[in-house]
């Protein structure tokens, strides 16, 4: 996997000046981060799908859309079912923060990025189902 390097600042530094920047590629990227995204199933008046991840220990991130109307939520991972809860919302920000309900997943956060060392012309990269 290519290394990334915080050139940005430099490169602002030197204003029009060309740089060569290297950073992961979208497939390093779905290499590192797949294997921590499940698949979320959220049951209610009907049964909407969408993908969690898990953020801290016992507490998965998803879009609050997906379980919003849901009374029961699973997610899905190494070919078992977890139950989980909504432990908090958002609604105007479409976050929602799950809990287990019982047994947790053996498997380490997925690492994030610190949003306020974003600088304007970053890629973003976001995985779903």
Same mark, same amino acid.
């Given at each position: 996997?290519?290394?990334? /390097?915080?050139?940005?600042?430099? $490169?602002?530094? =030197?204003?029009?000046? /060309?740089? &060569?920047?290297?950073?992961? !590629?979208?497939?390093? $990227?779905?290499? /590192?981060?797949?294997?921590? $995204?499940?698949?979320?199933?959220?049951?209610? !008046?009907?049964?909407?799908?969408?993908?969690?991840?898990?953020?801290?220990?016992?507490?998965?991130?998803?879009?609050?859309?997906?379980?919003?109307?849901?009374?029961? &939520?699973?997610?899905?991972?190494?070919?078992?079912?977890?139950?989980?809860? =909504?432990?908090?919302?958002?609604?105007?920000?479409?976050?929602?923060? =799950?809990?287990?309900?019982?047994?947790?997943? !053996?498997?380490?956060?997925?690492?994030?990025?610190? !949003?306020?060392?974003?600088?304007?012309?970053?890629?973003?990269?976001?995985?779903?189902?």
């Amino acid at each position: 996997m290519a290394r990334a /390097i915080r050139l940005l600042p430099i $490169v602002g530094a =030197l204003g029009g000046a /060309i740089a &060569c920047v290297a950073a992961p !590629s979208a497939s390093d $990227v779905f290499v /590192i981060a797949r294997p921590k $995204v499940m698949v979320l199933r959220a049951t209610g !008046s009907r049964t909407t799908v969408g993908t969690a991840f898990l953020a801290d220990d016992g507490l998965l991130l998803t879009a609050h859309h997906v379980v919003r109307d849901g009374r029961t &939520c699973q997610v899905h991972a190494n070919g078992a079912a977890y139950a989980v809860a =909504l432990a908090a919302a958002d609604a105007d920000r479409d976050v929602a923060v =799950l809990a287990f309900r019982e047994r947790r997943l !053996s498997m380490k956060p997925l690492p994030l990025g610190e !949003s306020d060392r974003l600088r304007e012309g970053e890629p973003l990269l976001v995985l779903t189902t």
